[in-house]
């Protein structure tokens, strides 16, 4: 089961940082020889999202963070049926 929102780590390494926002979105940041790596985490309606960048920026992540909702079973089966995904486990 999730927890009501994402949390930091205790413990991180020493090239990342980690917050959570006050709309429940948690973000890491890993900095590395020539660039860092951003990941948000977010809730949705009981499923955990995540989107890792080492091009996008945060506000582009945020974007499509936004743009993302759980498919009912309906929309499940139909993309499934068309081979836009597929289930993995």
Known sequence: ?????????ELVEKDVSCTVDAH???????????G???T???HLQGAEAEVTS??????????????LHPLSGTELA?????KKIDRRL
């Open 1 to 9: 089961m999730l927890s009501p929102a994402p949390r930091c780590p």
């Open 24 to 34: 429940g979105t948690m973000r890491m940041v890993r900095t590395f020889p020539g």
């Open 36 to 38: 860092r790596a951003v």
């Open 40 to 42: 948000l985490t977010r």
């Open 54 to 67: 080492q091009t996008l920026g945060e506000p582009a992540l945020r974007r499509l963070l936004d743009t």
């Open 78 to 82: 139909q993309l499934m049926r068309e």
